[in-house]
């Protein structure tokens, strides 16, 4: 069996308390998670402070950024078992976390190490009250030790979209992946070992929230700054953790978003792009679609077209042929999930398709399986149609104005993103501008340029990561003044 055991100051630390790793797909266990406590969170930080004003925070750039290179070969080297492992964690289809979850694991790495590397800074010449010339420039500190706690739904992409940026820019970090998804995150330890990222810089703390690792962390007044991907109500609770010693947060949380198709877009595509947005990772995205509205011209023929798309979704574990939908990621989560289809039901849905849960073979029937599900019919008090699900399902209500689709995307206090489908580029704009979020995908869906500006509006979170925005968080800018 399996042992996750915490990466503290370069080694594999097991503590006395474990808790047990489960596969998504048949729900055996499948390794033994090594739960932190204070202590040990007490002693990633001392290492983390450590690193930050040894050898990591006197380490030139441009060598820095040569280990965050080799950090990303060898994940790529490494392909297999970082792969196997996400696998093995959340039993998505292997296409999907080969072409998604494991790249993105290497670019995080790749993408900040060169903008850090050419990023310029401000600079000012002035004329003094004396008559003299000053001259000042900013640059760019490390934040700190930075807290990084991340959710399971696309593990290794998530936590190193954060620890990248902040490797990048010299701070050293204290990982707390999700008590469902602990692979990865341990693995990666090897890789910074086997490279030569110094001790104490990537470190990784196992364990829930409330009354564990996360917690403890998460108040630890050594931590300077926390980057937290995750539900808002957890955000919430970090946030006031964050308060005492009024340290920095940066958030990406959860939404509610809206799918938006007018009459004259490219059908097929249009059709194409919502069940991705919908269904994709068993519709775990946080940039997922759980609200359709379609012009009514095209309403009709668009719900029938999105069900025959839900039922040919290949319903089965990684390797499974033209597999297009794993299982959800746990047994409390699949409850969640088939709660909100009771929930419909309840408030009158029409069930255009799925509702329950599938028959499988039995070696897989303890897995934690759902049908893709469709829904019409609620108004938009219905209660699946304001809060986040995180399933395969999707509301769809007809619109007929322009002005009628902004209100009903707004009509939401999550603010994450949306996804427009037109051929009008006057109607594209106006959207775009007009419907309040940090991401607008116009007749496109996650299509991802890790130079941009990524977060959310509303609820959805706090700040914006990506690009040189990330820098804005994992660095403290410093005016230097000087006087010729
Ligand atoms: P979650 O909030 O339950 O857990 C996320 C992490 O926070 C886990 O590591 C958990 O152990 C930890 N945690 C929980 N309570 C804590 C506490 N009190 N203090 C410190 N740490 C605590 O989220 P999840 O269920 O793992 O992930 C799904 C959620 O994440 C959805 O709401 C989804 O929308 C959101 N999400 C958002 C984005 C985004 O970019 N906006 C991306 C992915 C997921
Ligand atoms: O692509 C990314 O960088 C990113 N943060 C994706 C988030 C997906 C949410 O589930």
């Known amino acids: 069996m399996k042992q996750f055991r915490n990466f503290i100051n370069g080694e594999f630390v097991a503590t006395n308390k474990t808790f047990e790793n489960r596969a998504p797909v048949d729900n055996r266990v499948i390794g033994l998670v090594h739960e932190a406590g204070q202590a040990e969170v007490d002693a990633a930080v001392a290492a983390a402070r450590a690193a930050l004003h040894g050898d990591w925070g006197r380490m030139p750039v441009a ?52 903008i850090v590397k050419n990023v310029p800074t401000e600079s000012f010449e002035m004329t003094t009250p004396d008559g003299g010339t000053a001259i000042s420039y900013a640059l760019r500190a490390p934040l700190g030790v930075v807290a990084v706690v991340c959710p399971w739904n696309l593990p290794l992409l998530l936590m190193t979209w954060k620890v990248g940026p902040a490797l990048a820019c010299g701070n050293t970090v204290i990982v707390k992946p999700s008590e469902e998804t602990p692979a990865t995150a341990t693995l990666l330890g090897e890789v910074m070992e086997k490279v030569g990222v110094p001790r104490g810089v990537y470190n990784v703390l196992h364990g829930f929230g409330p009354g564990s690792a996360g917690e403890f962390l998460t108040r630890h007044p050594g931590v300077n700054g926390i980057t937290f991907t995750g539900e808002t109500r957890t955000g919430e609770a970090i946030m006031a953790a964050a308060a005492k010693g009024v340290r920095p947060v940066s958030f990406e949380l959860g939404g509610k978003n809206a799918g938006i198709v007018f009459a004259d877009a490219d059908f097929d595509k249009a059709v194409a792009g919502i069940a991705r947005s919908a269904f994709e990772n068993c519709g775990q995205v946080c940039l997922g679609t759980e609200r359709v509205y379609v012009q009514r011209p095209i309403f009709d023929r668009f719900v029938q077209a999105l069900k025959e798309k839900a039922e040919s979704l290949r319903i089965g574990p990684s390797d499974a042929p033209g597999v297009g939908l794993g299982p959800l990621i746990s047994a409390e989560h699949k409850a969640k999930v088939v709660s909100y289809y009771d929930v419909a039901r309840s408030e009158g849905a029409t069930v255009v398709t799925g509702g329950g849960a599938p028959s499988m073979p039995p070696e897989l029937a303890e897995g934690h399986w759902v049908q893709p599900t469709i829904w019409t019919g609620l108004p938009e008090s219905a209660r699946v149609i304001r809060e986040e699900i995180f399933g395969p399902c999707c ?41 309040d979020v ?46 010729l």
């Open 63 to 114: 060598r820095r950024v040569e280990l965050l290179h080799a950090v990303a070969d060898e994940i790529n080297r490494r392909f297999d078992d970082f792969l196997e492992a996400e696998l093995a964690d959340t039993g998505k289809p292997r296409s999907l976390a080969a072409h998604i979850d494991i790249p993105r694991g290497a670019a995080n790495f790749k993408v900040f190490a060169d």
């Open 395 to 435: 509301h769809i209500a007809p619109f007929d104005t322009e002005e009628e689709a902004i209100a009903l995307a707004n009509a939401t206090d999550y603010g994450l993103a949306t996804t427009v489908w037109t051929q009008d580029l006057g109607t594209a704009h106006r959207m775009a501008r007009a419907i």
């Open 438 to 483: 940090g991401l607008c995908w116009i007749n496109s869906w996650f299509l991802r340029d890790l130079r941009t500006a990524f977060g959310g509006a509303k609820a959805s979170g706090i700040g914006r990561e990506g690009g040189v925005h990330s820098l804005e968080f994992y660095t403290e800018l410093r005016n230097v003044m000087v006087k």
